[in-house]
């Protein structure tokens, strides 16, 4: 799944290289863009704005049309200067907005519509997010108010699931999720109930933090990719970026425990943890015992970090 900063990186990289300007074609393979293509064409609208909501992304153009694209697991948006190759098939694409000097591509994405002001403020899963940990009203504050809101109406909800939940804190992913509760030292098993709040506040800090220097490390490059070099560790070596995520077996870098693995949550996503470091506190007539994951070190070449 991209994280909430690939796709602001996305959308950031579009704004600068096409917002403003005007659309000299659309194409897609989309029956419901092109019949609203073949209604009220998109070419000559001037593409007024490209915004990242969560992991929605906006596309303004005037005359009252917004491009409304989610990119669940598999989508993503490409920028390429005119007449530069794609790096995926044509039959993966599902809509490419053209300017004079650019082509925006949305590959593979599985949500995509159009929608008027009206019609978007209508549309229930836009607005339901929580507050995004990239947007200018996010505060650790504001971050602290909607975990401990959602940890009162929600006591046994775990950790990690909570940190991935949209509706709650928009933006975050699953590799965000696992280095959110280790930079807090809380185990991402434990029920919303146990949290301090120092705790809840080292949450909602480290997550705005990282998710704005993961943004500001794609400044200057004018082209967005859908694997950014995301960082957590303050090491820019790629294979030093993370503390836990897709370290498995691996040694803490902190103190030298083997990082676990375990899946969790209805969606069964992985979840990176250090023993050591992120300690079982259990809530009231939880069991004594942590849970236990894996730590059976990765065979092979190591995973390539992605989503
Ligand atoms: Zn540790």
New binding site residues.
């Given amino acids: 799944m991209p994280e909430g900063d690939t796709i602001y990186r996305s959308a950031r990289a579009m704004q600068r290289a096409i917002g403003g300007k005007v659309c000299t074609g659309f194409e897609t393979g989309l029956a419901t863009l092109a019949r609203v293509n073949d209604d009220t064409p998109i070419a000559g609208r001037t593409i007024e704005r490209v915004e990242a909501r969560g992991k929605w992304l906006l596309v303004y153009f005037s005359g009252d049309l917004i491009l409304l694209t989610h990119m669940l697991m598999s989508g993503s948006w490409h920028l390429y200067k005119t007449g530069e190759r794609w790096w995926m098939g044509k039959d993966r694409m599902r809509a490419v907005i053209r300017t004079e000097d650019w082509q925006a591509v949305a590959f593979n994405v599985p949500v995509a519509e159009f929608h008027t002001a009206r019609s978007l403020k209508r549309y229930t899963q836009v607005p339901k997010l929580g507050v995004d940990v990239l947007g200018d009203e996010y505060s650790t504050e504001s971050g602290v108010a909607r975990l401990r809101d959602y940890g009162q109406e929600h006591p046994e909800a775990e950790v990690a699931v909570v940190l991935l939940n949209q509706r709650v804190l928009a933006g975050l992913g699953n590799v965000y999720k696992s280095e959110v509760a ?1 930079a807090a030292g809380v185990n991402p098993f434990r029920a919303m109930s146990t949290l301090t709040a120092r705790e809840l506040e080292a949450m909602a800090e480290v997550a705005g933090k990282w998710m704005r220097v993961n943004v500001l490390d794609g400044a200057g490059d004018g082209i967005s990719t859908y694997f950014g070099n995301r960082r957590t560790t303050g090491n820019s070596n790629r294979d030093d970026r993370l503390w836990v995520y897709g370290r498995q077996g691996q040694e ?6 083997a ?1 676990e693995m375990r899946k969790q949550g209805e969606q069964a996503r992985s979840t990176y943890w ?5 300690p079982w506190v259990p809530a009231a007539g939880q069991a004594a015992v942590a849970p236990v994951g894996r730590a059976v070190k990765l065979r092979g070449p190591r995973r390539r970090v992605g989503c």
């Fill in positions: 280790f803490c870098r902190r103190c030298g425990a990082i250090c023993p050591g470091c992120q």
